[in-house]
Nanobody, 128 residues
């Protein structure tokens, strides 16, 4: 049974930082493409960052230079370090896994439909 459990969300002021964690249960996640997505009411779920088993990362333009995705193989945990948070970063953040080693050749090829495993989400709220 594959399970992804996020934690670390909360409320911060603009310019603040948060670190999201995603604990992975049920498989060895270092064989899968992992990602963070976010969604706000009325909008499509959008990709934020992805990481491949060899450590290769990609980011949405809106978070480049501010967010860092990483993984700890020993702890089977995925992280998203978010610095310089802005009000437009507010949303529900989801951890996801794609049952494939490769994420995409470019950011434009990252699609939520390719990810078959999802966590329950953790809320991030950034106030101005």
């Amino acid at each position: 049974q594959v399970q992804l459990v996020e934690s670390g969300g909360g409320s911060v002021q603009s310019g603040g930082s948060l670190r999201l964690s995603c604990q992975v249960f049920g498989y060895t996640y270092d064989m899968y493409c992992m990602g963070w997505f976010r969604q706000t009411p009325g909008k499509e779920r959008e990709g934020v960052a992805t990481i491949e088993p060899d450590g290769g990362t990609m980011y949405a333009d809106s978070v480049k230079g501010r967010f860092t995705i990483s993984q700890d193989n020993a702890k089977n945990t995925l992280y998203l370090q978010m610095n310089g948070l802005k009000p437009e970063d507010t949303g529900m953040y989801y951890c996801a896994a794609r049952r494939y080693y490769f994420c995409s050749g470019s950011w434009s090829g990252v699609r939520k439909e390719d990810f078959g495993y999802w966590g329950q989400g953790t809320q991030v709220t950034v106030s101005s």
